[in-house]
RNA sequence: GGGCGUGUAGCAUAGCCUGGAUAAUGCACCGGCCUCCUAAGCCGGGGACCGCGGGUUCGAAUCCUGCCGCGCCCGCCA
């Protein structure tokens, strides 16, 4: 239901009636139509600019003209006017509130359903026995919030958790794991000690030659499918995902172990990946390996890239399991789309991958492959965080932190909640603060990790919506009616905040589309914030249970029903959930 | 060297795909507002040659092009 294309279609006939009348053709003036850039003039307007040579007169008298021309007849849904050559037309208040209506009387809040197709969402991805950082956290908080928007449109989403749990580092993990003893070993990790962990067992690697040889028989085992090698992996595995489960939990996203789909978990696939290469005659040999040239790639002396495919050694590469993974979705799991939650460095790898893919027919160009990337998280002097040397931040501690920091801010600011509600409150705003700094921001550009500014009250920030969310909660507890009924409510839009408020509401829908379509949360923030915004100056002016009449207060009651259902559904499309005091 | 991305008030961002009016928002700054539904708020104000130069267009932050700054990628790692 999106308001503004009904204005639209509605008020075309009375246009084209005056166009035809001034002899314009229809693909001189539709195109032209569209939302005004200005609030402040008109919901939709029409630049006349480009039909000044036509008539060869200015702008100004062409708008003054098509004005005249059809103001009558649009008298019964919007006013017009002209100013600097265009032609603005306003949604009149009572056209307005009947939009509203339908989105009031509606549970899904005006928000269509799509023709369902199945994605599958590779999102989060840690790493088996290394910490989880800041980066993981834009994976894992984007992606879960693509899949929720997804599935609240009427697709499919099937969450894929890539976690790395294969390759050669975990020859040396687990002769680390045999060193300290499975016992302490596995309570080191699951108590979230990894980065310790797989810092010891590097640092061995590296200084003791008798180790580092082990570790290498130990791959050569683990590859081969030993039985006890592959039972100690399976501690490390199973003890990580423990300590992922717990930050999950905390996160509060979707991810469950039945969306682990582990590197180990394609290993049977990439003998066939590499049958079916050849057999599409694309696998080439280049100094022992067996590689594809995608075409287009060159490396830094100019000769072609490779994408390698089998290593000189025998081992497999990352592509080939991106590959293995293609022909997973698209036949196994019979996916429509492919969608990788991850950072842009990994840019060129992906459209290589793609490229192969198509080539070699795992996948028709009817499959969206896409790549939602975004930047890489940035320390506050601009500089990136590297979690190989240098302290990590740890995820787990740093939503221990933003709890913390939201508690403190609870207790200074509303002293009356206590014990348990107060927790739940201090863990809404405080998880929700941090999600949300990282969705609210465009995905492709880098993010500045600022403690100060994610866990600010102000601004565009979870906390503020929250907050008008909160408000709402607290009119309707003072409130003695039944809240149900006003999804009937008549809305009388007078004051200018009604006006402005009741635009913002109307947006929602397109709002969202437009969020997902472009796989952008970030989208949908900015509107949420408008919202919350506009409701703060209605909230301000407009006093709701204090209206001048029994229908005022119904009316504005359905106001703040609307709002709070706006507010709740976008936020929770994100994952971040909304207090009813705070 | 090749490729990709990015540059918008003191700071942080939106707008760029799909060109339109006085470039929007928040923080910070200045000035007002709580006998009144939560002041984590509201109202008002100052602050930007939209990196620089060309081009296309009636019209460019937006499209094209050339520079400059910054970042990333170009590994038989993932």
Known sequence: MIWIRDLINEMIPFFSKAMNFLGVEDSNWIPLIGRATVEDHGDVALPCHSLARIFRKPPQEIAEQICALVEADLDSIATVSSISGFVNVSAKPEWLSKCLSKLLSDPRLGIGVEKPLTFAVDYSAPNVAKEMHVGHLRSTVIGDSIVRMLEFKGHQAIRENHVGDWGTPFGMLIEHLLDLGEDQAANELGVGDLDSFYKQARAKFVSNDAFANRSRSRVVLLQGGDSETLRLWRVLVDESMRYFNEVYSMLGVLLTDQDIRGESSYQD???????????????????????????????????????????????????????????????????????????????????????????AGFMSPSHQAIH????????????????????????????????????????????????????????????????????????????????????????????????????????????????????????ILTHPEELVLSRRLADFPSALDESISTFSPHKLCTHLHSIASSFASFYENCNVLKGESEEVIRSRLAMCDLTARELKLGLGLMGIGVPERM
């Open 269 to 359: 696939l990439l003998p066939e990946v590499v049958d079916r290469l050849m057999r599409e005659g694309i696998l080439e040999t280049s100094e022992g390996a067996d590689v594809v040239f995608p075409g287009g790639w060159v490396n830094r002396d100019g000769a072609p890239l490779p994408m390698i495919i089998r290593k000189a050694d025998g081992g497999y590469n990352y592509s080939t399991s991106d590959l293995a993974c293609i022909i997973d979705r698209v036949e196994r799991l019979g996916c429509d789309g492919f969608l990788y939650v991850v950072g842009t460095p990994q840019k060129q790898h992906f459209e290589m991958v793609f490229q192969v893919a198509e080539q």
């Open 372 to 491: 939602v990337n975004f930047g890489s998280v940035l320390d506050i002097d601009g500089k990136v965080l590297k979690s190989r040397e240098g302290e990590v931040i740890k995820l787990h501690d740093l939503l221990d932190e933003a709890i913390r920091r939201a508690e403190s801010a609870i207790n200074e600011k509303n002293p009356e909640l206590v014990d348990d509600e107060r927790d739940d409150i201090a863990r809404t705003v405080g998880i929700g603060a941090v999600k949300y700094a990282d969705l609210s921001t465009e995905r492709t550009k880098d993010y500045v990790f600022d403690w100060e500014r994610m866990l600010s009250f102000d601004g565009n920030t979870a906390p503020y919506l929250q907050y008008a969310y909160a408000r709402i909660c607290s009119i309707f507890r003072k409130w003695e009616g039944a809240r149900d009924s006003l999804t009937s409510a008549e809305l």
